[in-house]
């Protein structure tokens, strides 16, 4: 996922969009007479509402306090905090778990882009809402993932037209890469159309997406090598693609 890098410089005025703060405010009477972040080390350094003003890549004004950046992101990584378009996220505080509202407005202009962040503690109460709604939608997301994967499956199995398989490799290497999914199950069916789909030609579009999505998963994890091995291991030496060669190569190179 693409993160916008700009370069942090000395801050010259203060921001001047005080209207866009308006909708964060009403938050501060909602807050438990008693609250854990005054305690706590990363969150008394970070007031209830804060904000940050870029324009054409330049930080105007102070910008976030740097407490924030301790702050995690919750539901990671169906959720992120990536500027480079509007984007709103939930964060947790690693050390007293109050929960943060975080959002940009990101506006695209001819003579530089303008985005606005705003970070907002919530109420316990509207925290653990915030959370479950949350883990309720990455809940959704996976599952949406392997319901998903089901058409993928029967396309490896059947060893539909190239296009499909192409298009089922990619499914789970984008999984995989970009949302962390374990695609262990999709691996035998995976391995077994990369034995099927017998080729000689080093440069196959099929089997090079076939391979990217196996050399990932390998990658993940120290098991996955052993697993992936024992499956290559197995493929008839008749229909032995090149890629296979190249997969077992690579995993017996890369054991520890
Ligand atoms: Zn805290």
Redesign the pocket.
């Known amino acids: 996922m693409k993160i916008a890098k700009r370069a942090r410089r000395k801050p010259n005025k203060v921001p001047t969009k005080e209207s866009r703060n308006i909708k964060t405010e009403h938050r501060e009477s909602n807050l438990p007479a008693v609250e ?2 005054k305690t ?5 350094n ?1 007031p209830s509402s804060a904000a940050e003003f870029w324009k054409g890549g330049e930080l105007q004004g102070d910008g976030l306090p740097g407490a924030e950046r301790a702050l995690k992101v919750v539901g990671s990584p169906y959720y992120n905090d990536s500027t480079s378009h509007t984007n709103s996220c939930i964060k947790r ?6 929960i943060y509202q975080w959002e940009i407005e990101y506006e695209y202009l001819v003579n530089g882009s303008e985005d606005y962040i705003t970070l907002t503690r919530l109420s316990e109460a509207e925290g653990e809402k915030a959370v479950q709604r949350v883990l309720k939608e990455v809940k959704r997301a996976k599952k949406k993932f392997r319901d998903d994967a089901q058409a993928h499956l029967q396309a490896l199995d059947q060893l539909a037209n190239q296009k499909q398989i192409q298009k089922a490799a990619d499914y789970f290497y984008h999984h995989q890469l970009v949302y962390k999914e374990d695609i262990s199950f999709a691996v035998p069916a995976l391995t077994k159309a990369l034995e099927k789909h017998s080729h000689t030609a080093p440069k196959c579009d099929v089997g090079r997406s076939l391979f990217w999505v196996l050399l990932e998963f390998a990658d993940n994890d120290e098991t996955h090598k052993q697993q992936l091995l024992d499956l290559l291991q197995a493929v008839d030496p008749n229909k032995n693609p090149p890629e296979v060669q190249e997969l077992i190569q690579y995993c017996k190179q890369t054991q520890k």
């Open positions: 854990k972040y706590c080390s990363i969150c008394r970070i505080c690693p050390e007293c778990g109050t």
